[in-house]
């Protein structure tokens, strides 16, 4: 997301902490010149400012910028107050030791889905997610979980945000289409990725939601079809679902804990 006119030098600055972010390693100013929108002298003045803050660290020796301690703090409390994994791990672990697969945990960032938590199957398997990392909502089972929950009128605006890239020849590529799966989901109350981002990549997915009815995130088991299939996964949802519900319920109760009624104290 790129800063607009009235965001002013936050917005800014935050911009190029994921563009330093997104390299995934130290990174030279002039790679990052190159993919930023800013002028030279902007992106100058923004990186030193980061650095002066120890958002980002500078290496002079090989001229390379990464995320500074600062940042990595504040992305650890972030973690802890505001991500479900504190609260879901050991849920996540009970779950991956009942089912022997990879199971995955995530939350919404906008229209894109983001990892907060994994477990590796018994069998692992290489797959592109990772915790910390950012995936697409449309072709995901999670993100699907997530984006047949969301509020009806948010859902229009998500969607159009979608890239509607075709990741495999079963990736869903139009909101239209993906409106008839989204019903489906919410009929059946759970979401398949039917290789729809990775060939050989399938998995089950259920939304997490507070005891109001608000996404929290999702929650799902993922194998490949070289070893299992879609009807196998979908009998794993009522215990996938289960799990989901006890998450969205603490997540509840930690987030909005109820007031104690103090009685009223009669005057002495």
């Given at each position: 997301m790129t800063a607009t006119a009235g965001d002013g030098t936050v917005a800014k600055a935050l911009d190029v902490l994921?563009?330093?972010?997104?390299?995934?390693?130290?990174?030279?100013?002039?790679?990052?010149?190159?993919?930023s929108p800013y002028p030279k002298a902007t992106l100058y003045r923004l990186l030193q400012t980061l650095v002066a803050q120890r958002m980002l660290s500078f290496d002079a020796d090989r001229s390379t910028y990464t995320m500074g301690l600062r940042?990595?703090?504040?992305?650890?409390?972030?973690w802890e107050q505001s991500a479900l994994a504190p609260i879901a791990r050991p849920h996540l672990d009970d779950l991956s030791a009942k089912v022997g697969e990879t199971v995955h945990l995530a939350q919404m960032d906008h229209a894109?889905?983001?990892?907060?938590?994994?477990?590796?199957?018994?069998?692992p398997i290489p797959m592109y997610s990772q915790a910390g990392k950012v995936g697409p909502a449309y072709c995901t089972g999670v993100g699907k979980a997530m984006l047949a929950y969301l509020p009806e009128a948010d859902l229009p605006g998500i969607l159009s945000q979608q890239s509607w890239?075709?990741?495999?020849?079963?990736?869903?590529t139009s909101a239209a289409a993906m409106a008839q799966d989204l019903a489906t989901t919410r009929a059946r109350g759970f979401a398949f990725d039917n290789e729809e981002h990775e060939p050989?990549?399938?998995?089950?997915?259920?939304?997490?939601?507070?005891?109001?009815?608000?996404?929290l995130g999702a929650l799902s088991v993922t194998s490949t079809t070289a070893r299992t299939n879609l009807s196998a996964l979908a009998d794993l949802a009522p215990?996938?679902?289960?799990i989901a519900r006890?998450?969205?319920q603490e997540t509840t109760d930690w987030r909005f804990p109820e007031q104690a009624v103090q009685p009223n104290r009669k005057r002495a």
């Open positions: 994921d563009l330093v972010a997104g390299f995934g390693h130290p990174v030279r100013f002039s790679d990052l010149l190159d993919h940042l990595v703090r504040l992305a650890h409390a972030a894109q889905v983001l990892y907060v938590d994994k477990r590796n199957a018994r069998d890239h075709p990741f495999t020849a079963k990736t869903i050989g990549i399938i998995c089950v997915a259920v939304p997490i939601l507070s005891s109001g009815g608000a996404v215990l996938i679902s289960s006890t998450i969205g």
